[in-house]
């Protein structure tokens, strides 16, 4: 009798033990979880009839991935290139190299010299009293002096771009070492300041604020307040007016034809339903101010004061030559173009319009309209130069990119 009391006491316990658990289960709060290889964090949300929640994917563009894996080698080409540039006779002592890009890159290097024999030739050795060393080959070498001509042509892009690039900003001024972070993606000389800055006072000025030098607008231009996208806008022949609702409508790629509307890129294996359509078509139709207005006048939760940040950072992308920027690089402006504070979040959900990939060694913004599948569209004098060079290697010039026209380099 004893044993049977204790055994029902057991069962009893072990009953409201397991219906306890259950409670604490249905009224826990559901935990986060993140799927490996996407950048987007869903959560775990109510299901019923035993379904399982939709997850939020990120959506891969493996043509601007494979474009990321396109530029190592053709980076390292041009980085010796500008090394050996840089060296009095254009030649430099094999054990030096270490010197100029550490003990690890060093050997990636001595990889593309060898490599590459068309490009980069070694001299000297131990049948010699010359210590061994690099050097370009004459058809290099020949190539390599194009480049001034080059440069020619890119002054005027530059200081265009360096223009608008403090017109956008709120106080129309940059600190220098911002622009020098985005130096190379901009296509500036490494000696700029001392080069470029001061040949044009008329337009820029370099100032102390407050113990850090700033790079300052002179003279506002109406005529550079115009953004690429409403460039493009106006040469596709778009209307100033948004066209009747019963006239035009948003196709499944997400486009309009529209004066506020942004060129959409989803990828491939994007599929929009129509709620999502009509969401975007509502944005698309909004009109929001130019990115060229000072930012302090908006108030950031109205919906046409966000879309006008896309409009910035298209706007910022569209001044770098490859039409590209690295996180880091972007954040670096919060304060200059009052970029909002989760700035993925925001390059995320415009996924039609930018694109992250985390190919390379940081994180790279793209602005997809400027690209057809891996290859840029447009290209900058520089960036010719650059393929040609290259070109050296064996590797193939790109046909579908065209060079920048020459009555937009003077405009």
């Known amino acids: 009798m004893r044993r049977r009391s204790i055994f029902n006491g057991l069962h009893k316990s072990l009953k409201s033990c397991l219906c306890h658990k259950t409670n604490s289960y249905a009224l826990s709060p559901p935990t986060p979880f993140?799927?490996?290889?996407?950048?987007?964090?869903?959560?775990?949300?109510?299901?019923?009839?035993?379904?399982?929640?939709?997850?939020?994917?990120?959506?891969?563009?493996?043509?601007?991935?494979?474009?990321?894996?396109?530029?190592?080698?053709?980076?390292?080409?041009?980085?010796?290139?500008?090394?050996?540039q840089s060296q009095k006779n254009?030649?430099?002592?094999?054990?030096?190299?270490?010197?100029?890009?550490?003990?690890?890159?060093?050997?990636?290097?001595?990889?593309?010299?060898?490599?590459?024999?068309?490009?980069?030739?070694?001299?000297?050795?131990?049948?010699?009293?010359?210590?061994?060393?690099?050097?370009?080959?004459?058809?290099?070498?020949?190539?390599?002096?194009?480049?001034?001509?080059?440069?020619?042509?890119?002054?005027?892009?530059?200081?265009?771009?360096?223009?608008?690039?403090?017109?956008?900003?709120?106080?129309?001024?940059?600190?220098?070492?911002?622009?020098?972070?985005?130096?190379?993606?901009?296509?500036?000389?490494?000696?700029?300041?001392?080069?470029?800055?001061?040949?044009?006072?008329?337009?820029?000025s370099v100032k102390d604020v407050n113990g850090k030098a700033y790079l300052?607008?002179?003279?506002?231009?109406?005529?550079?307040?115009?953004?690429?996208?409403?460039?493009?806008?106006?040469?596709?022949g778009v209307p100033s007016i948004n066209p009747l609702k019963r006239n035009a409508r948003i196709s499944k790629d997400g486009n309009f034809f529209g004066p506020f509307a942004f060129k959409m890129c989803f990828a491939a294996g994007f599929r929009p339903n129509m709620s999502y359509l009509e969401e975007l078509e509502k944005w698309q139709r909004m009109e929001f101010p130019s990115p060229y207005l000072n930012a302090r006048?908006?108030?950031?939760?109205?919906?046409?004061a966000r879309k006008r940040v896309a409009a910035v950072l298209h706007e910022l992308l569209s001044l770098t030559m490859e039409k590209r920027m690295t996180s880091a690089q972007l954040d670096a402006f919060h304060s200059e173009y009052m970029l909002p504070s989760r700035l993925l979040l925001c390059l995320i959900k415009h996924h039609g319009i930018f694109y992250i990939t985390n190919k390379g060694a940081?994180?790279?913004?793209?602005?997809?309209?400027?690209?057809?599948?891996?290859?840029?569209?447009?290209?900058?004098?520089?960036?010719?130069?650059?393929?040609?060079?290259?070109?050296?290697?064996?590797?193939?010039?790109?046909?579908?990119?065209?060079?920048?026209p020459s009555s937009q380099l003077f405009t």
């Open 90 to 204: 254009q030649s430099l002592l094999l054990r030096d190299l270490e010197k100029e890009v550490g003990f690890v890159q060093k050997w990636n290097f001595m990889s593309v010299i060898e490599k590459y024999p068309a490009i980069f030739r070694v001299g000297g050795g131990s049948n010699t009293r010359t210590p061994p060393f690099v050097a370009f080959t004459a058809k290099a070498e020949k190539i390599a002096r194009e480049e001034a001509e080059a440069r020619e042509l890119m002054e005027p892009i530059l200081v265009k771009n360096l223009r608008k690039l403090l017109m956008l900003s709120v106080d129309c001024r940059v600190p220098l070492e911002k622009i020098e972070f985005i130096q190379n993606e901009l296509g500036l000389p490494q000696d700029f300041k001392s080069s470029l800055i001061p040949k044009y006072p008329d337009f820029f």
């Open 297 to 304: 006048r908006f108030e950031i939760a109205d919906p046409k």
């Open 216 to 236: 300052l607008l002179e003279n506002w231009d109406s005529a550079l307040a115009v953004t690429s996208r409403e460039e493009r806008l106006r040469v596709e």
């Open 362 to 404: 940081r994180s790279t913004v793209f602005l997809k309209d400027c690209y057809n599948g891996s290859n840029l569209i447009e290209k900058c004098p520089l960036l010719s130069f650059h393929d040609n060079f290259v070109a050296l290697s064996g590797r193939a010039p790109i046909d579908s990119c065209t060079v920048m």
């Open 34 to 84: 993140q799927k490996l290889g996407s950048i987007w964090i869903p959560s775990r949300q109510k299901s019923s009839g035993g379904r399982r929640p939709k997850k939020k994917i990120y959506h891969r563009v493996q043509d601007l991935d494979r474009a990321m894996d396109l530029q190592k080698k053709p980076s390292l080409i041009l980085q010796l290139k500008s090394i050996l």
